[in-house]
């Protein structure tokens, strides 16, 4: 099994910073991918951010140029650095991996964490 725990949320002013982290741990072997997913009051829970373990990282069109994703790898952990934060990116930010929990298989799957908030106040 593998376990996610989120931390860093919090509530800050439009245009403040705040830094999520993520940590995994379990039997993990690899973990292939780790990204970070929000869910607004109301609405589909949307991608933000994605690294894979080569460090190519995707983002979303809404939050390119604020965040920046980035990750540990030693320590199985990601990280999200929001700056210039809008109201819009209010919501429940999860993490999420993708792990190979079996020796010697190449399957992944995918594991989430409990999430963090983020409230951004005017």
């Known amino acids: 099994q593998v376990h996610l725990v989120e931390s860093g949320g919090g509530l800050v002013q439009a245009g403040g910073s705040l830094r999520l982290s993520c940590s995994a741990s379990g039997s993990i072997f690899a973990i292939n991918a780790m990204g970070w997913y929000r869910q607004a009051p109301g609405k589909q829970r949307e991608l933000v951010a994605t690294?894979?373990?080569?460090?190519?990282?995707n983002y979303a069109d809404s939050v390119k140029g604020r965040f920046t994703i980035s990750k540990d790898n030693a320590n199985n952990t990601v990280y999200l650095q929001m700056n210039s934060l809008k109201l819009e990116d209010t919501a429940v930010y999860y993490c999420r991996a993708e792990a190979v929990v079996v020796a010697g298989s190449r399957n992944a799957y995918a594991y989430w964490g409990q999430g963090t908030q983020v409230t951004v106040s005017p």
């Open positions: 690294i894979v373990s080569a460090g190519r990282t």
